[in-house]
């Protein structure tokens, strides 16, 4: 029986790759580039800054001027965190159905609290959430189980009961890591990524869909 349920943000709960696109898109504007569309960027919106810095200068972080490149990425999505953010199609009702259900629920992310705490009090769900794990709220971030772990402890519910819905493999690795289900979101940042080894209970085309998964 699932008891509670916890969601991965991005590319799950909700759709920041538009914001995250343009916080690229501005940085290489400052470097005399083009624009990328958001086809492009939407499959690595899950994968972070490094991720995304990589998809946009061919960097990685131990590159020469990479610190630069994300300092100036970070700075401008902070001040720009939820222009073109909102929830995905069905997210609304799921969120209120949990809550009549009296299921607690909350947030598992690997985003940083500087983001994570701003973003979901823009979109009015921070109050509302049981919990608020980010990226750095534990010496170790997913794939590793100590997130999820923490999100357990915090809200009282043994992980066994509690469900986790997310969009990546590294999702799936903690969610099996933590002894705790996992849900595919299929409708997020997947790409057509082939889930079918991966260490999960089954995927969702829409957020509703998960009810059936309780």
Same mark, same amino acid.
């Given at each position: 029986?699932?008891?509670?349920?916890?969601?991965?943000?991005?590319?799950?709960?909700?759709?920041?790759?538009?914001?995250?696109?343009? &916080?690229?898109?501005? @940085?290489?504007?400052?470097?005399?580039?083009?624009?990328? $569309?958001?086809?492009?960027?939407?499959?690595? !919106? /899950?994968?972070?800054?490094?991720?995304?810095?990589?998809?946009?200068?061919?960097?990685?972080?131990?590159?020469?001027?990479?610190?630069?490149?994300?300092?100036?990425?970070?700075?401008?999505?902070?001040?720009?965190?939820?222009?073109?953010?909102?929830?995905?199609?069905?997210?609304?009702?799921?969120?209120?159905?949990?809550?009549?259900?009296?299921?607690?629920?909350?947030?598992?992310?690997?985003?940083?609290?500087?983001?994570?705490?701003?973003?979901?009090?823009?979109?009015?769900?921070?109050?509302? &959430?049981?919990?608020? @794990?980010?990226?750095?709220?534990?010496?170790?971030?997913? $794939?590793?189980?100590?997130?999820?772990?923490? !999100? /357990?402890?915090?809200?009282?519910?043994?992980?066994?009961?509690?469900?986790?819905?997310?969009?990546?493999?590294?999702?799936?690795?903690?969610?099996?890591?933590?002894?705790?289900?996992?849900?595919?979101?299929?409708?997020?940042?997947?790409?057509?990524?082939?889930?079918?080894?991966?260490?999960?209970?089954?995927?969702?085309?829409?957020?509703?869909?998960?009810?059936?998964?309780?």
């Amino acid at each position: 029986m699932t008891k509670a349920v916890l969601f991965d943000l991005d590319g799950t709960f909700a759709d920041t790759a538009p914001d995250l696109a343009a &916080a690229l898109n501005h @940085v290489r504007s400052l470097h005399d580039l083009p624009p990328l $569309p958001l086809a492009a960027i939407r499959p690595q !919106a /899950s994968h972070g800054s490094i991720g995304l810095l990589k998809l946009g200068f061919e960097v990685t972080p131990d590159a020469p001027g990479f610190a630069s490149l994300r300092t100036a990425f970070l700075d401008y999505y902070a001040d720009h965190i939820c222009v073109h953010t909102v929830l995905f199609p069905g997210m609304v009702q799921l969120i209120d159905t949990l809550e009549q259900r009296h299921l607690p629920w909350g947030i598992v992310t690997n985003k940083p609290h500087r983001f994570t705490v701003p973003l979901m009090q823009a979109l009015g769900m921070a109050s509302r &959430a049981a919990c608020l @794990v980010s990226g750095d709220t534990c010496a170790r971030a997913k $794939p590793y189980p100590d997130p999820l772990l923490k !999100a /357990s402890e915090i809200i009282g519910i043994a992980p066994q009961l509690c469900l986790y819905l997310g969009d990546d493999q590294r999702d799936a690795q903690a969610a099996q890591a933590a002894d705790m289900r996992c849900i595919i979101a299929a409708y997020g940042y997947i790409n057509g990524q082939d889930i079918s080894a991966w260490p999960i209970h089954g995927a969702i085309e829409t957020p509703l869909q998960l009810l059936h998964c309780l």
